[in-house]
């Protein structure tokens, strides 16, 4: 991986935070998958609930976005920082790498990596918000992996609101997932990624439809296992079991029902959250 810590990274130790930032609250499966896969680590999230979503802005829009979300979790003295968000990874992933100089991994390379390992018959499924989608950025990911890969991908834009809405098995949920998927099983896929943070809790709606055999590949839970490697190469990964690690929720706005919705996404009750500006 050979990331490198610059001069004006040396304040940092293993007790510094881990800064995670999505468009919203979709990010808050990810920052699951990284407590379950790191549970020592200090915790600092950022949802830009008053921008979302991205996947409808311009490149630069969502490029600047991220730098001011950066420049804010890196005041708060963060390690490292995960782009829990498809659109900002796949848009503005390699501008932020070139600003800044702390490890910072997005969510499309390790999920491509692990589908890449996982596939046994050269066929991939990807889902993801029409943006995603559009973007490509997942096909080339893994055509860089392996060019002999085929890539089948689909738009499930529905899914996002009915996640939202708590319509999580829902007769409406499955029937439109059937519909969304069906291509995808027609196509022969043993292994789907799941493209977006909302879809891991559409986990069994979804692999319902495609089948026992298809292999889902939650991105969360595969950049939470690559956050720990990083951590490990760089030296920064959090030992200390004796004290309680920190969790600390930023929205740039603050949604009705959030701490409902944001809880039933992180999976335990969020205590708190504070509305911050980026201005």
Same mark, same amino acid.
């Given at each position: 991986m050979g990331f490198s810590l610059s001069n004006s990274s040396q304040k940092l130790s293993s007790d510094s935070p881990i800064g995670i930032f999505d468009s919203g609250i979709g990010g808050l499966t990810v920052v699951r998958q990284l407590i379950s896969e790191l549970p020592n680590e200090n915790l600092i999230y950022l949802g830009d609930s008053a921008r979302v979503?991205? *996947?409808s802005k311009s490149s630069k829009a969502v490029i600047q976005f991220s730098i001011q979300i950066s420049n804010f979790l890196l005041k708060q003295n963060v390690k490292i920082i995960v782009v829990a968000c498809n659109t900002a990874s796949a848009k503005a992933l390699s501008i932020l790498k070139e600003k800044f100089q702390i490890p910072i991994i997005g969510v499309i390379e390790p999920a491509a990596k692990k589908a890449v390992e996982t596939t046994k018959n050269g066929?991939? *499924?990807v889902i993801g918000t029409t943006g995603t989608i559009l973007s490509q950025a997942y096909f080339r990911e893994?055509?860089?992996l392996n060019p002999k890969i085929e890539v089948f991908s689909k738009a499930c834009p529905l899914f996002v609101p009915f996640v939202e809405e708590g319509w999580i098995e829902e007769e409406?949920?499955?029937l439109v997932a059937k519909k969304y998927l069906a291509e995808l099983v027609d196509a022969g896929i043993d292994t789907l990624i799941l493209g977006c943070t909302h879809y891991p809790l559409l986990k069994k709606v979804i692999q319902k439809e495609v089948g026992s055999s298809v292999i889902l590949i939650d991105s969360g839970h595969e950049t939470?296992?690559?956050?720990?490697k990083v951590l490990k190469?760089?030296?920064l990964l959090n030992f200390e079991k004796n004290v309680k690690p920190s969790q600390k929720y930023f929205l740039t706005d603050l949604p009705l029902k959030f701490t409902e919705v944001g809880s039933n996404f992180l999976g335990s009750?969020?205590?708190?959250?504070?509305?911050?500006?980026l201005d």
């Amino acid at each position: 991986m050979g990331f490198s810590l610059s001069n004006s990274s040396q304040k940092l130790s293993s007790d510094s935070p881990i800064g995670i930032f999505d468009s919203g609250i979709g990010g808050l499966t990810v920052v699951r998958q990284l407590i379950s896969e790191l549970p020592n680590e200090n915790l600092i999230y950022l949802g830009d609930s008053a921008r979302v979503p991205y *996947g409808s802005k311009s490149s630069k829009a969502v490029i600047q976005f991220s730098i001011q979300i950066s420049n804010f979790l890196l005041k708060q003295n963060v390690k490292i920082i995960v782009v829990a968000c498809n659109t900002a990874s796949a848009k503005a992933l390699s501008i932020l790498k070139e600003k800044f100089q702390i490890p910072i991994i997005g969510v499309i390379e390790p999920a491509a990596k692990k589908a890449v390992e996982t596939t046994k018959n050269g066929k991939i *499924g990807v889902i993801g918000t029409t943006g995603t989608i559009l973007s490509q950025a997942y096909f080339r990911e893994i055509q860089d992996l392996n060019p002999k890969i085929e890539v089948f991908s689909k738009a499930c834009p529905l899914f996002v609101p009915f996640v939202e809405e708590g319509w999580i098995e829902e007769e409406a949920t499955s029937l439109v997932a059937k519909k969304y998927l069906a291509e995808l099983v027609d196509a022969g896929i043993d292994t789907l990624i799941l493209g977006c943070t909302h879809y891991p809790l559409l986990k069994k709606v979804i692999q319902k439809e495609v089948g026992s055999s298809v292999i889902l590949i939650d991105s969360g839970h595969e950049t939470a296992i690559f956050a720990a490697k990083v951590l490990k190469e760089t030296n920064l990964l959090n030992f200390e079991k004796n004290v309680k690690p920190s969790q600390k929720y930023f929205l740039t706005d603050l949604p009705l029902k959030f701490t409902e919705v944001g809880s039933n996404f992180l999976g335990s009750k969020i205590e708190s959250v504070e509305q911050v500006s980026l201005d």
